[in-house]
Nanobody
Framework: QLQLVENGGGLVQPGGSLRLSCVGS????????ITWFRQAPGKEREGVSC??????KHALANKGRFIITRDPGKNTVFLQLNNLEPDDTAVYYC???????????????????WGQGTQVTISS
């Protein structure tokens, strides 16, 4: 059964950057819809970016700042976070489901597999 592990979180100053990674435990991750979610204290989990075989989607608030990419050879999906703001502080999770599109990518209940999360803190 597929397992996911996130890495790359940390503490950065406003305006800084981080690159998060989501590593799958088995090959064939390219056949999955992989989405990064985040959850801040007291808030609901929200979709950040999605990558599938056929498309990429971003939440409108993040478009232009965040970049999602895939390295099939390493079975890894990356989320590059640029120009970070204090409101980006949250636990970031990656999630996977077998799907070639990102049509319902923000639906938390549609994902079969979740990672444990990685903390991202933006503070001066």
């Amino acid at each position: 059964q597929l397992q996911l592990v996130e890495n790359g979180g940390g503490l950065v100053q406003p305006g800084g950057s981080l690159r998060l990674s989501c590593v799958g435990s088995e090959s064939g991750l390219a056949d999955y819809r992989i989405t990064w979610f985040r959850q801040a204290p007291g808030k609901e989990r929200e979709g950040v970016s999605c990558i599938s075989q056929w498309e990429i989607k971003h939440a409108l608030a993040n478009k232009g700042r965040f970049i999602i990419t895939r390295d099939p050879g390493k079975n890894t999906v990356f989320l590059q976070l640029n120009n970070l703001e204090p409101d980006d502080t949250a636990v970031y999770y990656c999630a996977a489901v077998q799907d070639s599109r990102c049509l319902s990518w923000q639906d938390v209940a549609s994902y079969a597999t979740w990672g444990q999360g990685t903390q991202v803190t933006i503070s001066s």
